[in-house]
């Protein structure tokens, strides 16, 4: 049983990697806020593994490419979670006000690091509610702002 935890390191760090990667050059569809509980349902029946969805935005504080967020939803152990991945520049930042953010609102982000990749990860609560809240109450969006949306090992029918 000790293989379970190696094959979930590794698939963290393929998602972080691919998500650095695939950001840069896989073609991302655009979605609003009020698609954000059917990506987190189309991706918590996914049966693939690794899978994650990844929502891109740029607050208006930063409107070019140096400031873009991400905020991810992925399976681990075929768990939902919300990720707030310290990868990008931006959200590396940004910890701190998320996480204040996300406690006041009543979630326990918990660090992550898997093969040298870092995460401040949500596995309770509404998790869609949490995503949606990061883009509306704590960066000022329009809920019907466009986002960018990358996914990786499930289907997205908009």
């Not at 959200?91 to 992550?112: H, I, S, T």
Request: glycine share 6%; net charge neutral.
């Amino acid at each position: 049983m000790k293989l379970l935890p190696v094959l979930a390191s590794v698939a963290f760090a393929i998602a972080a990697l691919a998500i650095m990667l695939r950001s840069r050059v896989a073609a991302t569809q655009a979605v609003s806020v009020a698609d954000i509980a059917r990506v987190l349902s189309a991706l918590s029946a996914a049966t693939a593994d690794p899978a994650f969805a990844v929502f891109i935005f740029h607050p208006p504080d930063r409107p070019d490419s140096e400031g873009a967020l991400n905020l991810q939803f992925s399976l681990e152990g075929g768990r939902p979670g919300f990720d707030w991945v310290l990868l990008g520049s931006r959200n590396v930042q940004e910890q701190q006000r998320f996480l204040e953010f996300a406690r006041e609102c009543g979630y326990d982000p918990k660090m992550k690091e898997e093969n040298h990749l870092k995460c401040l990860r949500v596995e309770e609560g509404d998790l869609a509610a949490l995503c949606a809240g990061v883009i509306t109450g704590l960066y000022r969006q329009d809920p019907t702002c466009a986002l960018r949306l990358l996914v990786h090992g499930f289907k997205w029918n908009p």
